[in-house]
């Protein structure tokens, strides 16, 4: 299984992106897909996540500002990312596993390669 990001770029204080993964095999009626990011010098954290029965999970700092939501019959992964913050910069990865209990520790079956973000006040 292969993910690839895109979708990623800079934007103003207040603005919006939409990144998107496409999964090179059908995995998202099997596995928790998930969005990670990286700031400089800060470890990869979780962001959200989409189970197979399409609950979603955010962390606090992006609640109600970004979207995760995926089409099963395109294999695409989306974030729609609403009131960019300075504080969201950092380069995005989609990410798989098989629960997304074991996604949110970061011990992730599948990365994609990662697209950047950068927020500009």
């Known amino acids: 299984v292969q993910l690839v990001e895109s979708g990623g770029g800079s934007a103003q204080a207040g603005g919006s992106l939409t990144l998107s993964c496409e999964a090179s095999?059908?995995?998202?009626?099997?596995?928790?897909m998930g969005w990670f990011r990286q700031a400089p010098g800060k470890a990869r954290a979780g962001v959200a996540s989409?189970?197979?029965?399409?609950?979603?999970s955010y962390i606090v700092s992006v609640k109600g500002r970004f979207t995760i939501s995926k089409d099963n019959n395109k294999n695409i992964l989306y974030l729609q990312m609403n009131g960019l913050r300075v504080a969201d910069t950092a380069e995005y990865y989609c990410?798989?596993?098989?629960?997304?209990?074991?996604?949110?520790?970061?011990?992730?079956?599948?990365w994609g390669q990662g697209t950047p973000v950068t927020v500009s006040s």
């Open positions: 990410a798989a596993d098989r629960t997304c209990r074991t996604l949110w520790t970061g011990k992730v079956e599948y």
């Open positions: 989409i189970d197979t029965d399409e609950s979603t």
């Open positions: 095999g059908d995995i998202f009626r099997n596995y928790c």
